[in-house]
């Protein structure tokens, strides 16, 4: 029991850590492609808010969301090891 414990513990602040350093990441190259649209496209105006409001809904979007399968998929494949290790 201890060490299913021990596991959980080290497995959830290292998929945090990962967590984190992939939304990071990604709002980042998000971030890199608003500017890049601005200076493309040659538009006027405060380019801090057209970048902000960018960000607001990339803060809304589906990829953001998807970053929490940083979580479900390894929990998942470790179930899925031990049931079928121990049951089949």
Aim: glycine share 8%; net charge neutral.
């Amino acid at each position: 029991m201890f060490a299913l414990l021990r596991l959980s513990v080290i497995g959830f602040i290292v998929l945090t850590v990962i967590y984190v350093c992939l939304s990071f990441y990604s709002r980042a190259v998000r971030r890199g492609k608003l500017e890049a649209e601005w200076e493309e496209e040659g538009m006027t105006g405060d380019r801090d808010a057209f970048v902000r409001a960018g960000l607001e809904d990339y803060d809304g979007s589906l990829r953001r969301k998807l970053i929490l399968g940083v979580y479900v998929v390894p929990v998942c494949i470790v179930i899925a090891l031990i049931y079928f290790t121990n049951f089949h």
